[in-house]
């Protein structure tokens, strides 16, 4: 069965002209308020609808939507797992949705008190020594840890000579982006034949320059660094610190992680392995959690707990500042405790396993079908190569989406040709897997030509892409600045 969006021919709602339109009881006629000449506009094309109008045509646009609440979602490096509903009733919980953070402490505690547990939860879930709650998303946890690396070195007189932080080439865009903004250089590391990190460009690149090794791991192919503790050597014989990028959590929760890896500061992205759905942006939580010695350079504040009362901790001595306002994502934050508290730490080691067993699954069924880089077990993650078919990368996607599965991601990473990067997650039946694999190996029976005509059922086909990039219409009207 095929669960794609609804093709409708839904005009824009600027487009209604029911002419019932809704009027707020006691408004109409009674006031009248007196605005500057020059804030007043003659034309406001308002759209003219009625309340059903409104319901009716949000409903219908939800239904031309994807999502994780409708099907399997095996975006790769993005971690769409189906997020518990329990998580969003909880946010929902008046007794939260109503709080603001100005309100005194004394009368926050109950919040505090969540926010406190759910860093002891990530300490212990990664072997880290103290944690900030604050960046808002995983690429802003990268530039928060970069900066704290920055105030490290300042600190101890050694920022003018460290200058270059070592990034490997499977890495994520946002890895050199966050080290370009926080000021350094960006080495890249080249990857070797087993996809791992090639310990002889490493150990060439490191030197008393460098500031960071940023590294996720899985890596961004799906494989475990099983050298991980020798680069962590590496790293620290050079004096440089070990920067542990947390996207791939989902590969290891539970079962490693990466203090014992013995990285110095790492980033969650709770948006992904912790029951908040991050579909077109947002909203996030990147939480970063650090080793002792870097504990004095977190951001302010973090949550402190003396006796039974909880408190906003602005002590850390080098501390970098604020890198969001108040606490952080509290909503975000919030699922990520209830999902932690619920799973308990056997329920978060389940989940990965399964996470890890869904993805081999898919290896094995895809195997001799697909050219599959790198022919080891893999963890969260398994990227394919559609070359061998002959058909291209975004042609199966396109394809896929036509049999109503949304389409992993494509063409990342970057070192793989015509890539198709899978991560089913713990939460997809094998039925669904099936189904999944099932329309990936019907794509590569087609001819180019074939393929090329996917997808047939939707209401937006194949979208200039990268025109909708370059030029983007924000506003309904097609233009692009308001008035
Ligand atoms: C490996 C990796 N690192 C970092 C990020 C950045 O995370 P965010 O999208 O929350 O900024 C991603 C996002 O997909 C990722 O996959």
Redesign the pocket.
Known sequence: MAYHEAVYDEPLIFEYRSGTTYKLPGVEGKQKIDLPENLLRKELNLPEVSEYDVVRHYTRLSQMNYSVDLGIYPLG??TMKFNPKYADAIASFRQFSEMHPLQLQSETQGELKILYELQEYLKAISDMDAVTLQPL??????YTGILITRKYFEVKGELGTRTDVLIPDS??G??PASAAMGGFNVIEIPSSENGTVNLDALKAALSEHTAAFMI?NPN?LGIFEDHIEEIAKMVHDAGALLYY?G??FNGILGVTSPGIMGFDIVHF?L??TFATP?GSGGP?A?PVGVKSHLKDFLPVPVIGKDGDRCFLDYSAKHTIGKVSSYTGSFMVLLRAWAYITYHGSDGLRRNTVNAVLNTNYIRKRLEGRFSIPYKTLKKHEVVISTENTGIRALDAAKYLIDQGVHAPTIYFPLIVHEAMMIEPTETVSKQDLDRFVDALIESSKLSPEEVKKHPMNLPVSRPDEVKAARDMKVRWDGSTHGN
């Open positions: 490096s993005c998303a995983g690429a802003q946890g990268e890495a994520h946002t890895n996720t961004t990028d996207a791939n992205n948006h992904k991050h996030g990147g």
